[in-house]
């Protein structure tokens, strides 16, 4: 275990850590926990424009994860309020993949997905962080164009 502001991660990042945990205890016990409160918790801190996308990315994630890794896998219950400022090994492992594939460093985040999965390439769990990234991004802000054809309306 680890205390989670000396892993690396931004605000944005350490602020998905009790999503994750929730989610993935959602996904291990699915009539234990309500979707609704991580997709609730996700809206009300991001909007439901933003919060929304992102919990379902989330879930994505923890559903194929649990898939790769199983029992195996090391996460807190969220509602071990003891412990919610560290993290596990998997945890960490998990956040630093994002971190890293939110800033475009791909093959770097490559060596985080391995070490997580233990030495197996998960194309879907790749693909699903990926995807993830590309939404939440850390790049530039992509230029919203405004071109139009044809006439333009002139008011004076």
Not at 14 to 30: F, G, I, K
Not at 36 to 54: D, E, F
Not at 73 to 100: C, G, I, P
Request: hydrophobic share 45%; glycine share 8%; proline share 4%.
């Amino acid at each position: 275990m680890l205390p989670l502001h000396v892993i690396g991660c931004d605000a944005f990042e350490r602020a998905l850590l009790p999503l994750l945990r929730d989610l993935m205890e959602t996904c291990r016990n699915p009539d234990g926990r309500s979707w609704n409160a991580v997709y609730g918790a996700a809206a009300s801190r991001w909007g439901a424009r933003t919060g929304l996308p992102l919990a379902y990315g989330l879930a994505r994630i923890s559903e194929a994860l649990l898939r790769v890794k199983g029992e195996r896998l090391q996460m807190l219950d969220a509602a071990d309020t003891a412990h919610a400022a560290e993290v596990t090994r998997d945890e960490r492992l998990l956040l630093l993949l994002l971190h890293l594939l939110r800033r475009n460093h791909v093959l770097a985040g490559q060596d985080f997905l391995f070490d997580l999965t233990e030495g197996k390439m998960d194309k879907e769990l790749m693909a699903l962080a990926l995807d993830f990234a590309r939404r939440h991004s850390c790049g530039t802000p992509r230029e919203v164009r405004h071109d139009t054809t044809g006439p333009h309306l002139r008011i004076v």
